[in-house]
Every structure is written in C-alpha cells, then in structure tokens.
C-alpha cells in the first residue's frame, strides 16, 4: 500500500468512525492519525478472533479500519472520562 493510499484509507476511515460514535471529528490530520491507528488495531483484532474480511480490496481495508478505529474511539472516550 503507498502513502496516498494510506492516508486516503485513514482519512476515510478515520472520520466515518468520528461521526459513528458521536462526534464532528477531530480535524483532518487528527482524522488520518485516528483511522492509521484504528486500521492497525482493526487488522489485529480480526486476526485474534479469526474473523474474515467479508471483501476484498480498498473497500475491505476501508471497513477493518473503520472498525478499529470506531474500537479506537470508544476506548478514548472512556479513559477521557475517567480522567475528568
């Protein structure tokens, strides 16, 4: 995968899983930095419970890092409010 795609899918990624859980975003590179991240934990966690992507391709890449980086969020959140 090359750079622009990279920052493509965790831009993409990245803001889908802001407006899921709540939010308006976090800027665009919080957004690309949320999704990268959120697309490294999507990977592992469909590895650990051995599930399938259910495509392939930019579209199946775009739905693990959505996943993680939804996953990702969530657990921002919490720790956020368990710190205020």
């Known amino acids: 995968m090359n750079i622009l795609t990279l920052l493509l899918v965790g831009l993409?990624?990245?803001a889908l899983a802001s407006f899921a859980v709540g939010g308006v975003g976090v800027g665009l590179l919080g957004d690309i930095a949320i999704g990268i991240v959120g697309?490294?934990?999507?990977?592992w966690l469909f590895a650990v419970l051995k599930l399938p992507v259910p495509f392939g391709g930019l579209?199946?890449?775009?739905?693990?890092?959505?996943?993680?980086s939804t996953v990702l969020l969530?657990?921002?959140?919490?720790?956020?409010?368990?710190?205020t």
């Open 59 to 68: 579209g199946g890449t775009i739905l693990v890092a959505f996943i993680g």
């Open 12 to 14: 993409v990624a990245g």
């Open 74 to 83: 969530v657990i921002l959140r919490v720790v956020r409010r368990r710190g």
């Open 39 to 43: 697309s490294f934990l999507g990977t």
